[in-house]
């Protein structure tokens, strides 16, 4: 993943990330993970929220405070209910189960 996240920085794809992390330890796991997370423009944490994927109000939340609309916007997620979650909102989305997939999906929709 952290390859397909430096491959789209450096093709000026905008990243952004909802994230169902505690807010109490948010901040200590993404100064861990720096050199990943400086990356994305904005991350929507669920803990500092008090909303978590798949309820749609994340979502909503989300596509709202990046500026997009649904049809804009491809969500990767490991978990069928929060894919699930993000197409009911309109966005594009994509059941992560590995990089390959996950890169020959981005490369299709002309992001790789």
Do not use: C, Q
């Not at 491959?7 to 990243?15: G, H, M, S, T, W």
């Not at 901040?27 to 997370?37: T, W």
């Not at 992560?96 to 020959?104: K, P, T």
């Amino acid at each position: 993943m952290r390859e397909i996240v430096e491959d789209l920085a450096a093709r000026a794809v905008p990243l952004f990330a909802i994230t169902n992390f505690s807010d109490e330890f948010w901040p200590a796991f993404v100064e861990r993970e720096a050199a990943l997370f400086a990356r994305f423009r904005d991350v929507v944490v669920s803990g500092a929220e008090r909303l978590a994927k798949p309820d749609p109000a994340i979502y909503a939340l989300a596509l709202d405070r990046f500026g997009l609309s649904g049809p804009d916007a491809v969500f990767v997620d490991d978990r069928a209910d929060n894919v699930a979650g993000a197409e009911a909102a309109g966005m594009r989305a994509h059941h992560f189960h590995d990089a390959a997939g996950l890169r020959a999906e981005l490369a299709g929709l002309g992001l790789l």
